[in-house]
């Protein structure tokens, strides 16, 4: 048994950067070659909303964690906690305990996920710097591309952690974007001492929503195939144009939701005779029967709203950016990828931390 775990806090720039996602398959790559791995997040979910996290026991479940290598959070940032903080105006600020987050439980190696961005929680003191100095942790960054400006964004945080940060992942790199990240980002950052991990290229199965994530951003009905909700949407279509366009349309995507008109039977029938995982039609009128006979025939749920077409889509296509980890093949998926893309060697390098020596 180690005398003392190593502490690794995996932050990011900014919400839904990837980073719970990154951490799990760190996790898990990191499991499979031998080490053994504690996970916890020190503060809770923010303060637009007050319920539970569900990533957290997904991923203490996931890595199979005994239950002395999970630690829960100590605080979490509710309008309540926030709103007491503030009554203490200029005072010296509330502090949090994160004593259990040196203790020692066998574990080499403990991942801890950071807050929502990099300044989040500075109000209490716990902001990802604040953290990493107090339990002494390093910190591996996870940003997803935008441009090339997110360079800046990484030298702001060499900025905030100092030498705490001890490399950094771009994700969600687009397939145009993979050349000058390698040939122009990595390189420049290795040369300003920012240790470039990874770049993980965008995956379709990673950025899609399932059908019933869908139903409960939109408040929709199921009006058929309620037991086929799990199905994966990974791209969102418009069913607003001629017929004779919609179907060449269509056959271009894969695994859509197509939103439509109730009204519009002609573009329903052609998106069922295509890639279409879901329907969603808009107005709250109801499809004909032969649309609802054909789509169970198919298998494919069809949903209605009382939304426009243009605020449904708006409100579907925000959850692509606010996606939960929770499918068996997202985590499939991340594994692949960072046992593609990971330097998982230099990262044992970097946090000084060797392989447990199998015995022979």
Wanted: include cysteine.
């Amino acid at each position: 048994m180690p005398s003392s775990a190593k502490r690794l806090m995996i932050g990011s720039t900014e919400a839904y950067s990837g980073k719970s996602a990154v951490l799990l398959g760190i996790g898990l790559q990191l499991q499979a070659a031998g080490l053994d791995i504690g996970f916890g997040k020190p503060i809770g979910n923010s303060i637009n909303g007050t319920e539970k996290d569900p990533d957290l026991d997904f991923i203490a479940e996931t890595l199979n964690l005994p239950a002395a290598w999970f630690y829960p959070p100590s605080v979490s940032l509710t309008e309540t906690v926030v709103a007491d903080r503030l009554t203490l105006g200029s005072q010296a600020p509330s502090s949090y305990s994160l004593r259990s987050y040196t203790e020692h439980h066998g574990e080499a190696l403990v991942l801890l996920e950071g807050p929502g961005n990099l300044t989040e929680g500075t109000l209490l003191n716990l902001s990802v710097a604040h953290m990493a100095a107090d339990i002494d942790a390093s910190v591996l960054v996870v940003t997803r591309y935008d441009s090339l400006l997110l360079v800046d964004r990484l030298l702001a945080a060499k900025a905030q952690l100092g030498s705490r940060l001890i490399g950094v992942i771009i994700n969600d790199v687009p397939t145009e974007a993979v050349d000058a990240c390698a040939d122009l980002a990595r390189p420049f950052l290795e040369g300003q001492g920012i240790p470039v991990l990874a770049l993980l290229p965008r995956s379709p199965i990673m950025r899609s929503v399932t059908v019933r994530e869908i139903v409960a951003r939109l408040n929709a009905e199921v009006l058929c195939c309620p037991n086929r909700l799990d199905l994966m949407v990974e791209t969102l279509t418009i069913g607003a144009m001629n017929v004779n366009s919609a179907l060449r349309y269509f056959r271009k995507a894969t695994n859509m939701a197509v939103v439509t008109g109730g009204d519009r039977t002609d573009i329903q029938f052609a998106a069922l005779e295509t890639s279409t995982q879901c329907l969603v039609l808009t107005g709250q009128i109801p499809p004909s029967p032969e649309i609802l006979e054909r789509a169970a025939d198919l298998e494919v749920p069809i949903v209605s709203v009382d939304s426009d077409t243009l605020s449904t889509v708006e409100r579907i296509d925000e959850l692509f950016g606010q996606v939960r980890l929770h499918e068996p093949i997202k985590v499939q998926c991340m594994q692949e990828l960072i046992a593609a893309h990971f330097d998982v060697q230099r990262l044992l390098h970097l946090l000084d931390l060797g392989l447990p020596v199998s015995a022979s």
